[in-house]
């Protein structure tokens, strides 16, 4: 449905982005996707609704205009994982290294 806005629309599960580099830009964005989901008969969650912030939380992560930061808690909760001593906690180790894989030097 929103394939066609790739370049103004960022869709993780039920959450939608939509950003822009002017306050323009973006008010033309929303009312092209507003008209959209009217068409389409699709409801937005007035509570869940947030425009214009130059920043969110999303998927463990602040987002903004430069980008991708970490969460402190996230990686203080890295910091203090203990090193593995079962099956189980193994695979929440490698699970929890894989997500901050990036914070890690030399992780392939």
């Not at 822009?20 to 699709?42: C, G, H, P, Q, V």
């Amino acid at each position: 449905l929103l394939c066609l806005y790739t370049s103004f629309v960022y869709i993780f599960i039920d959450d939608i982005i939509i950003f822009s580099d002017t306050i323009d830009k973006y008010a033309k964005y929303l009312e092209t996707i507003f008209s959209l989901f009217k068409k389409k008969n699709i409801s937005i969650a007035l509570a869940k609704l947030y425009i214009v912030y130059p920043s969110i939380e999303l998927l463990g992560f602040y987002v903004d205009g430069f980008g991708l930061t970490n969460i402190e808690h996230y990686i203080a909760a890295f910091r203090n994982l203990a090193f593995p001593n079962n099956l189980k906690a193994l695979e929440q180790y490698i699970s929890v290294l894989g997500f901050l894989h990036y914070l890690i030097l030399y992780y392939i």
